[in-house]
């Protein structure tokens, strides 16, 4: 009896047991007592900890503020200046009008439209619960964009099997009315709590091949909303926290080597991932018909079930009543955001950030000031048409009413409902590369990993994204985005290679996870519906990573390579002692490596297509 409560003890203090294991396994690090040491002790065991969050994820990125400064690897002040930069506001920005949208509703009137427009055969209403949940993930949470689809795809589950049921019982296929599914009352508890309605035992031998057939469709529905939230993230810089990851260390790295930024913009990210990530939709679509849908895909289907789908989208439409003036002032505000991210830069062309010019004729505005008004303007902006004035209503009786002004949002609102812990997550990561790249650790793992010199670089390319959407299955992405940036940096200029190729493709294929429930947010809210299993969600993920790491590998040596200019390394890195401070390393004495070895990848990729 003493033996079960032993272990059942260390099972309740496992937390504790992994933070000291977290600190004691690394050890050696801090006996060696270089800084490069010091500094990967706190690189490894923050990785620990990251990897079996024991503690929160938030809670280790603060890590560095302390741990840092006591080992005498940087100043406090470095270490906390770190935390918030210009891409942390950036990211904000998009938070607080991804909070707008959904206080007006705005999303849901979006995802629901264009799941009608798209019809209601198996394979259309596919497509029609994967385009909303991508298109909204670009621009909030993909937690948020796979919440928001969750009622829809919950209604489409358990009306499918009830027409299956009431086909083989000789009933109606009455579209039922189901209040749990409620747009404005959804929860995760909620969707735990119907598992049993969407993942029912059958006993009728007879009926079981169709039921079976329906119940493979809701999950190849479900499994449709988790993996378009998490491609539609790579779209933009804000879609996904690895995307500022890449921001904001490229450019330091930049700024430390005398350029202003890495070059990064808005625009040029979407024209880059956009196609990128239309692809790998359009893909993950043809696969989950093939692997869920199969022959189906291919007919026009029972009208039963394809009216039973019309009624369900029609009625969580009509829910949302007529468009709001709320909505319409978010719709508005969010339009000229992506207008002014988009067209503030544009390459080769300029834009409205041209008009902001200091003493040294270069532009003081950038994505995170656009990002910033425009949230601002949503806590005076009115949600309603205000009651004031000219437009003071009366009541019945003839009596005026009380003058009011709404706003869009206040900060109550966006206390509560703003994901401030995913700010200080990203400060971790950058504090964290900043120390690496400081102290040099960084370097010194670029130099090691010089033995993959002999790959060419689609290859080396291809295998690092291979591991990375691996690792990614298991630990935060943005964790991962933040431990490799600084390596991949380095380890890009020891090779001769442009440091943004390495970089970008890294980066996206932290996103990349479709395998297991632990690696996203989507993957783990779909997974608790109960309508998969983790053998469906890993089988089927496992093809899905294979091809977008194919799909990645060809975009960054294409289209990605003429947009940021991969074929010629920047002159601010040819004779810089980064990329010669490797113990037999040869500097670059022209910008022809780079070339070179892009224009090899492009001979092979073109050789090898039909």
């Given at each position: 009896?003493?033996?079960?409560?032993?272990?059942?003890?260390?099972w309740?203090l496992?937390?504790?047991?992994?933070?000291?294991?977290?600190f004691l396994?690394?050890?050696?690090?801090?006996?060696?007592?270089?800084?490069?040491?010091?500094?990967?002790?706190?690189?490894?065991?923050?990785a620990?900890?990251?990897?079996?969050?024991?503690?929160?994820?938030?809670v280790?990125?603060?890590?560095?503020?302390?741990?840092?400064?006591?080992?005498?690897?940087?100043?406090?002040?470095?270490?906390?200046?770190?935390?918030?930069?210009?891409?942390s506001?950036?990211?904000?920005?998009?938070?607080?009008?991804?909070?707008a949208?959904e206080?007006?509703?705005?999303?849901?009137?979006?995802?629901?439209?264009?799941t009608?427009?798209?019809?209601?055969?198996?394979n259309t209403?596919?497509?029609?619960?994967?385009l909303?949940?991508w298109?909204?993930?670009?621009w909030?949470?993909?937690?948020a964009?796979?919440s928001?689809?969750?009622?829809?795809?919950?209604a489409?589950?358990?009306?499918?099997?009830?027409?299956?049921?009431d086909?083989?019982?000789?009933?109606?296929?009455?579209?039922?009315?189901n209040?749990?599914?409620?747009?404005?009352?959804?929860?995760?508890?909620e969707?735990?709590?119907?598992?049993?309605?969407?993942?029912p035992?059958?006993?009728d031998a007879?009926?079981?091949?169709r039921?079976q057939?329906?119940?493979?469709?809701?999950?190849?529905?479900?499994?449709?909303?988790?993996y378009a939230?998490n491609i539609?993230?790579?779209?933009?810089?804000?879609?996904?926290p690895?995307?500022l990851?890449?921001?904001?260390?490229?450019?330091q790295?930049y700024?430390d080597?005398?350029?202003?930024?890495?070059?990064?913009?808005?625009?040029?990210?979407?024209?880059?991932?956009?196609?990128?990530?239309?692809?790998?939709?359009?893909?993950?679509w043809?696969?989950?018909?093939?692997?869920?849908?199969?022959?189906?895909?291919c007919?026009?289907?029972?009208?039963?079930?394809?009216?039973m789908?019309k009624?369900?989208?029609?009625?969580?439409?009509?829910k949302?009543?007529?468009?709001?003036?709320?909505?319409i002032m978010?719709?508005?505000?969010?339009?000229?955001?992506?207008?002014?991210?988009?067209?503030?830069?544009l390459p080769?062309?300029g834009?409205?950030?041209?008009?902001?010019?200091?003493?040294?004729?270069?532009?003081?505005?950038?994505?995170?000031?656009?990002?910033?008004?425009?949230a601002?303007?949503?806590?005076?902006?009115?949600?309603?048409?205000p009651?004031?004035?000219?437009?003071?209503?009366r009541?019945?009786?003839g009596?005026?009413?009380?003058p009011?002004?709404?706003?869009?949002?206040t900060?109550?609102?966006a206390?509560?409902?703003?994901a401030?812990?995913?700010?200080v997550?990203?400060?971790?990561?950058?504090?964290?590369?900043?120390?690496?790249?400081?102290?040099?650790?960084?370097?010194?793992v670029?130099?090691?990993?010089?033995?993959?010199?002999?790959?060419?670089?689609?290859v080396?390319?291809m295998?690092?994204?291979?591991?990375?959407?691996?690792?990614?299955?298991?630990t935060?992405?943005t964790?991962?985005?933040?431990?490799?940036?600084p390596?991949m940096?380095e380890l890009?200029?020891?090779?001769?290679?442009?440091p943004?190729?390495?970089?970008?493709?890294t980066?996206?294929?932290?996103?990349?996870?479709?395998m297991l429930?632990?690696?996203?947010?989507?993957?783990?809210?779909?997974?608790?519906?109960?309508?998969v299993?983790?053998?469906?969600?890993a089988?089927?993920?496992?093809v899905?990573?294979?091809i977008?790491v194919?799909?990645?590998?060809?975009?960054?040596?294409?289209?990605?390579?003429?947009?940021?200019?991969?074929?010629?390394?920047?002159a601010i890195?040819v004779n810089?002692?980064?990329?010669?401070?490797?113990?037999g390393?040869?500097?670059?004495?022209?910008?022809?490596?780079?070339a070179a070895?892009i224009n090899?990848?492009?001979?092979?990729?073109?050789?090898?297509?039909p």
């Amino acid at each position: 009896m003493a033996c079960p409560i032993f272990f059942r003890s260390l099972w309740a203090l496992r937390s504790i047991i992994l933070i000291v294991i977290a600190f004691l396994l690394p050890i050696s690090f801090l006996l060696d007592g270089t800084l490069e040491a010091r500094c990967a002790y706190v690189m490894v065991s923050m990785a620990i900890l990251w990897l079996t969050e024991a503690i929160p994820i938030t809670v280790t990125a603060m890590i560095p503020m302390f741990l840092l400064p006591m080992l005498t690897v940087q100043p406090g002040k470095v270490v906390c200046g770190n935390y918030f930069n210009d891409t942390s506001m950036l990211f904000l920005g998009g938070l607080i009008v991804g909070v707008a949208m959904e206080e007006v509703n705005l999303h849901r009137r979006i995802a629901m439209g264009i799941t009608m427009l798209l019809g209601s055969s198996p394979n259309t209403m596919m497509l029609g619960l994967m385009l909303p949940t991508w298109f909204l993930s670009m621009w909030i949470s993909n937690t948020a964009a796979t919440s928001m689809m969750l009622p829809i795809l919950v209604a489409v589950s358990e009306q499918t099997l009830q027409v299956e049921k009431d086909s083989e019982a000789g009933g109606t296929t009455e579209p039922k009315s189901n209040g749990s599914t409620d747009v404005q009352d959804i929860h995760l508890k909620e969707v735990e709590n119907s598992k049993s309605k969407l993942d029912p035992q059958f006993d009728d031998a007879k009926s079981g091949s169709r039921l079976q057939d329906s119940i493979r469709l809701n999950k190849g529905f479900t499994l449709s909303v988790a993996y378009a939230a998490n491609i539609g993230g790579i779209t933009t810089l804000t879609g996904t926290p690895p995307n500022l990851v890449l921001q904001g260390q490229a450019d330091q790295r930049y700024q430390d080597a005398g350029a202003p930024d890495s070059g990064i913009t808005y625009a040029n990210w979407m024209g880059f991932a956009f196609p990128l990530s239309l692809i790998m939709v359009v893909l993950a679509w043809c696969w989950l018909q093939l692997v869920f849908i199969r022959c189906g895909c291919c007919k026009t289907g029972d009208k039963a079930k394809q009216n039973m789908m019309k009624a369900i989208v029609r009625r969580e439409y009509h829910k949302l009543g007529h468009i709001k003036f709320g909505e319409i002032m978010v719709l508005i505000s969010f339009t000229v955001l992506a207008l002014l991210w988009l067209f503030r830069d544009l390459p080769d062309v300029g834009g409205w950030g041209d008009g902001f010019i200091d003493t040294k004729g270069k532009s003081t505005v950038r994505d995170s000031t656009a990002s910033i008004l425009v949230a601002s303007l949503l806590f005076v902006l009115p949600k309603q048409v205000p009651n004031v004035l000219c437009w003071n209503k009366r009541t019945e009786s003839g009596v005026l009413e009380i003058p009011k002004y709404t706003p869009i949002l206040t900060w109550k609102v966006a206390e509560k409902k703003v994901a401030w812990g995913v700010l200080v997550l990203l400060g971790g990561g950058f504090a964290l590369a900043d120390a690496c790249t400081k102290s040099g650790l960084s370097r010194l793992v670029g130099c090691e990993l010089r033995i993959l010199k002999d790959l060419d670089p689609w290859v080396l390319n291809m295998v690092l994204c291979f591991i990375v959407a691996g690792a990614t299955e298991i630990t935060s992405n943005t964790a991962t985005a933040s431990l490799l940036m600084p390596i991949m940096f380095e380890l890009s200029l020891t090779m001769g290679l442009h440091p943004l190729y390495l970089m970008i493709s890294t980066c996206i294929a932290c996103s990349f996870a479709f395998m297991l429930p632990v690696a996203t947010p989507p993957n783990a809210i779909v997974f608790s519906t109960g309508t998969v299993r983790i053998p469906d969600m890993a089988t089927t993920g496992l093809v899905l990573n294979i091809i977008a790491v194919g799909v990645l590998t060809l975009a960054i040596n294409t289209w990605g390579s003429a947009i940021f200019k991969l074929d010629t390394l920047p002159a601010i890195f040819v004779n810089s002692t980064l990329a010669s401070s490797c113990p037999g390393a040869v500097i670059v004495p022209e910008a022809t490596s780079t070339a070179a070895s892009i224009n090899t990848t492009l001979s092979v990729l073109t050789s090898s297509t039909p």
